[in-house]
């Protein structure tokens, strides 16, 4: 014969029938909890791999960078050598051009003064 439901639980489960309830709701929360657990691991790891993901392409930003910056400065370097060629250059020009102007006013200076002498004198 089956006796009251209480009395038949107690036989088959070691818990409080007060209680079993309660205990079916904790497990359902527990399960609910250990999925929740699961996917906030599987989303950790899928972050991860994001975040290594975002690194190696900034190293590989950062190598790049690097090897314009050689190149530019290597490039500015040449420009400033050519750039003190042509000064040098042009200061040298610059130097032959005084030169010759202020010989070309001797020059002139002379000429006036060679005109000068042999032009007659106008008579007061």
Same mark, same amino acid.
Do not use: C
């Given at each position: 014969?089956?006796?009251?439901?209480?009395?038949?639980?107690? !036989?088959?489960?070691?818990? %409080?029938?007060?209680?079993? *309830?309660?205990?079916? &709701? /904790?497990?359902? $929360? +527990?399960?609910?909890?250990?999925?929740?657990?699961?996917?906030? !691991?599987?989303?950790?790891? %899928?972050?991860?791999?994001? *975040?290594?993901?975002? &690194? /190696?392409?900034? $190293? +590989?930003?950062?190598?790049?960078?690097?090897?314009?910056?050689?190149?530019?400065?290597?490039?500015?370097?040449?420009?400033?050598?050519?750039?003190? &060629?042509?000064?040098?250059?042009?200061?040298?020009?610059?130097?032959?051009?005084?030169?010759?102007?202020?010989?070309?006013?001797?020059?002139?200076?002379?000429?006036?003064?060679?005109?000068?002498?042999?032009?007659?004198?106008?008579?007061?």
């Amino acid at each position: 014969m089956i006796g009251k439901p209480r009395e038949t639980m107690g !036989k088959f489960i070691p818990v %409080d029938p007060d209680r079993w *309830a309660e205990l079916v &709701k /904790a497990a359902g $929360e +527990r399960d609910a909890l250990v999925g929740e657990v699961a996917r906030l !691991k599987a989303e950790l790891t %899928d972050l991860k791999f994001t *975040a290594d993901r975002f &690194k /190696a392409e900034v $190293e +590989r930003w950062e190598s790049e960078n690097k090897l314009k910056a050689v190149r530019i400065e290597a490039q500015i370097l040449d420009r400033l050598v050519e750039l003190k &060629k042509e000064n040098s250059r042009l200061l040298d020009a610059g130097d032959a051009l005084a030169y010759a102007a202020r010989h070309q006013m001797a020059y002139e200076t002379k000429l006036e003064g060679w005109r000068a002498a042999k032009s007659p004198t106008p008579l007061p």
